[in-house]
């Protein structure tokens, strides 16, 4: 039988793109329509991390998507490469993760990508 902790450390580490990707495989080859689009992943993965000294990686988290929803949508799409449900459902979700573990200057430059087409962000 398959080591079911490792197998749930590697499904609660992965990126939005390998969530959506897992997703796909799930619906396409077995027939298994998970549920919310990733946000089991998403929240499970909030859970924390192994704090060291210096921060290297950073999340970009969505506060709020502003009056300007859909230009944060499409910047959401870009961004990642999910498709427009799974970028609406993330927008829609209040505290979702944009991006995970990227360094402190990517972070930066989607935090202001984001800001430019009207949401509210934040590095963690």
Known sequence: MADLKKMAEEIVGLTLLEAQELKTILKDEYGIEPAAGGAVMMAAAEGGDAGGDAQTEFDVVMVSAGAT????????RAITGLGLK???????????????????????????????????????
């Open 69 to 76: 929803k859909i230009a944060v949508i499409k910047e959401v």
């Open 86 to 124: 799974e970028a609406k459902t993330l927008v829609e979700t209040a505290g979702a993760k944009v991006k995970e573990g990227v360094e402190q200057a990517e972070a930066d430059e989607v935090k202001a990508k984001l800001e430019a087409a009207g949401a509210e962000v934040e590095i963690k």
